[in-house]
């Protein structure tokens, strides 16, 4: 698969503390690649990075051009959209009202008809579309940010830990819900994970990160072994 996105040298720093270090990184076109290691490895730093979110150096191209002299929003419109924890959805808003959110450019006729897909492809938030969201579940509330995501048709994905928070059966349910996305809509992610065991169910590429550096990095095909993967389980994380 041809790359949709790569990062150079890429670091981030708050103040003084290095939080990413010289990271090198690539996404292929439809491809899902996973960013997995501790709390406060630089996980999000580098997602965040990528959607401009918050200052970084190094070198970032996206579908061939230089996004890192682009702010956030018009990254949004090159296609790339940061995906928040789940319950960074606003809660004061109705579900509808949140949906809309993620396709606020987008004329009254594609929001519709994107707001209709995503109603397909997560019927559990379909008919709670009047409630505000804070009356969602924690894994309702997961699948509507990633929804919300979706609404502006993008082309790369940046899932912050999607987990995070949920019960197992929740998380299973929401990874299940990837492996979908991943197939019918062919759309790249970067997926940020503390959970090895769901994260390789959906992911083609692994980075593994430690102390803002990427220390190791496998194909699916590469842990497809039971050995293999208690190797880079042992190794990494
Ligand atoms: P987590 O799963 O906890 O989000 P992470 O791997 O995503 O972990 P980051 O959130 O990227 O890690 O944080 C990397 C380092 O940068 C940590 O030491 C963190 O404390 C620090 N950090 C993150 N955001 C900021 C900020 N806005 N200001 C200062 N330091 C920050």
Redesign the pocket.
Known sequence: MPELFSARGLSVR??A?R?VENVDLSVPEKGVVALL?A???????VLKAIAGLVPAEGEMRFAGEDIGVLAARQRVRRGIVYVPEGRQIVGSLTVAENLLLGGFFLDARMQRQRRDLMLELFPEIANRLKSPAWMLSGGEQQMLAIGRGLMSAPRLLLLD?PSLGLAPLLIRRVFERLVTIKQDTGLAIML?E?NFRMTIKVADELYF?RN?AIVGHRSAAAIATAASRAEVVEAYL
Do not use: D, F, L, P
């Open positions: 708050y103040g503390a939080a290691g709390n406060g490895a630089g996980k999000s730093s830990e940020v503390q990160v803002g």
